[in-house]
């Protein structure tokens, strides 16, 4: 049973972040509520009012806008997933949100909340992060740009003020002929590991590499060193390269023993993974299941 | 304002047909439709469905005759204990309101998320497969 609640629906971005200045700490943000309510029902977290912010036309929307694509924050995973635009131009990414939870989970949360939520075991922000995807936080005292990689803090930690909320997440699409993968395992509906890969291939050759890694360490990262050292290597060669970077992994991502697996299995399993999403970009592209 | 649409359906409605299980959107045992699509009622706030339609296992059967998704688990003994089949049949019409000739490897896909601890799939997987064939026919 929740506490009584009590629920605003503001229907501008000012409006939102004047409740939020209002109430202080006793009011959160609430979007689906697929994590804030289950926190909340299991006492977790204590609130009194709700800021309702699907009213806020802003959030709603799948935008081109010439050079990239804008996902308001409030659109759900199912509409991610489904969307022709994100198909088109991030599909890694419909893939990873096509995988997140369950239909149920999908209908309900959104881009947004699983991002402030910045819950280690997540997906759709490793497959952002190769689209260098900016997120837009807004305020009444106005708006500012952060690459998702600063907006990440650590787990559940991010760089959102107590006034602000984010407003949508800016994706490039990836450069002409550059192909995309996700790939993940996961138990309990929630991924234990999920590993974003792009390349740019000629001649069997990758030109240029984009990797990124989620679920093991405390946030999603990209893997700069790792991309440089797999640069102008065959993919036999990257391969080796990235299930030999156990060392690297261990000290960016300073993996725990959890429910999900050992942090040993978990670091040979990100360099496994990361070898079988470069194999996929090279040959197919657009993410795949591990199984 | 802080009622759940599980709370709303099954404590002041007394519509018990949807289960309450795992409470965290893992199980299905609560899985309703609204506006046709499957949500958690466990973990939903009951004002959202709010000039909404929402749809349980109450509402599937026309007076005495059952929806063929009921009659397809009845026949295929798509349940052993049942606890799990309200949340399973809800699911499957979600799914076949939207794409209503799924392969297996969709139902398989879109009910990964309702739990069934008898492991009665195949047969609800069949079941879901023959309720399909039985709209499209009623509809040619």
Same mark, same amino acid.
């Given at each position: ?11 501008? *971005?000012?409006?939102?972040?004047? #409740? ?55 659109? @759900? ?12 131009? %991030?599909? %890694? ?34 497959? *952002? ?82 990797? %990124? ?19 102008? @290597?065959? *993919? ?8 030999? #970077? ?16 050992? %942090?040993?299995?978990? *670091? ?24 | ?8 359906? =099954?404590?002041?409605? =007394? !519509? ?20 046709? =699509? ?6 939903? !706030? ?22 063929? !998704? ?18 399973? &049949? ?16 969709? &139902? ?6 309702? &739990? ?7 047969? &609800?997987?069949? +079941?879901? !497969? ?9 509809? +040619?």
């Amino acid at each position: 049973m929740l506490n009584e609640l009590k629920l605003v629906q503001p229907t501008t *971005l000012y409006e939102a972040s004047k #409740a939020l200045t209002d109430y202080g700490e006793s009011a959160k943000i609430y979007a689906g509520g697929a994590e804030l309510l289950l926190l909340m029902r299991q006492g977790l977290m204590q609130t009194e009012v709700l800021v309702d912010v699907k009213k806020i036309e802003r959030l709603q929307r799948v935008t081109w806008n010439g050079n990239g694509v804008r996902a308001g924050a409030g659109v @759900t995973h199912r509409e991610l997933a489904t969307a022709p635009l994100i198909r088109e131009q %991030a599909p %890694a990414l419909a893939f990873a949100e096509s995988q997140v939870a369950n239909v149920r989970v999908r209908n309900q949360g959104t881009l947004g909340g699983n991002l402030c939520f910045n819950d280690p075991h997540s997906d759709p922000g490793t497959v *952002l992060l190769i689209h260098d995807a900016t997120v837009t936080l807004g305020s009444h005292r106005g708006e500012r740009q952060l690459a998702l990689g600063e907006f990440y803090i650590d787990m559940y930690a991010t760089a959102l003020e107590p006034d602000e909320l984010l407003v949508e997440v800016k994706l490039s699409p990836l450069p002409a002929g550059m192909k995309s993968a996700y790939v993940r395992l996961h138990r309990y509906q929630r991924p234990t590991l999920g590993v974003a890969a792009a390349t740019m291939v000629k001649n069997d050759t990758i030109e240029e590499a984009r990797l %990124a890694v989620g679920c093991v360490g405390p946030k999603a990262q990209r893997l700069p060193e790792l991309e440089e050292k797999i640069s102008g @290597t065959k *993919l036999n060669d990257a391969r080796r390269i990235v299930v030999d #970077a156990k060392n690297y992994f261990r000290d960016l991502l300073r993996p725990v023993d959890d429910l999900l697996g050992s %942090a040993s299995y978990k *670091l040979y399993m990100t360099g496994v993974l990361l070898g079988d999403a470069l194999e996929q970009t090279i040959r197919a592209g657009n993410g795949k299941q591990a199984s | 304002m802080e009622e759940t649409l599980l709370e709303l359906l =099954r404590v002041r409605l =007394r !519509l018990t047909g949807t289960k309450r299980s795992c409470e965290s959107e893992v199980c299905g045992a609560c899985t309703v439709l609204v506006d046709n =699509r499957p949500f958690s009622s466990c973990n939903y !706030l009951a004002f959202e469905a709010q000039g909404k339609s929402v749809l349980t296992i109450e509402g599937l059967a026309n007076g005495e005759q059952l929806d063929p !998704l009921q009659e397809a688990f009845v026949r295929n003994i798509g349940a052993q204990c049942g606890y799990c089949t309200p949340g399973q &049949i809800m699911a499957a019409k979600g799914l076949l309101s939207e794409n209503p000739v799924p392969t297996r490897e969709e &139902i398989a896909e879109w009910l990964s998320g309702n &739990i069934c601890r008898c492991g009665a799939y195949g047969a &609800i997987a069949k +079941s879901i !497969l023959e309720a399909a064939q039985e709209y499209q026919q009623r509809k +040619s």
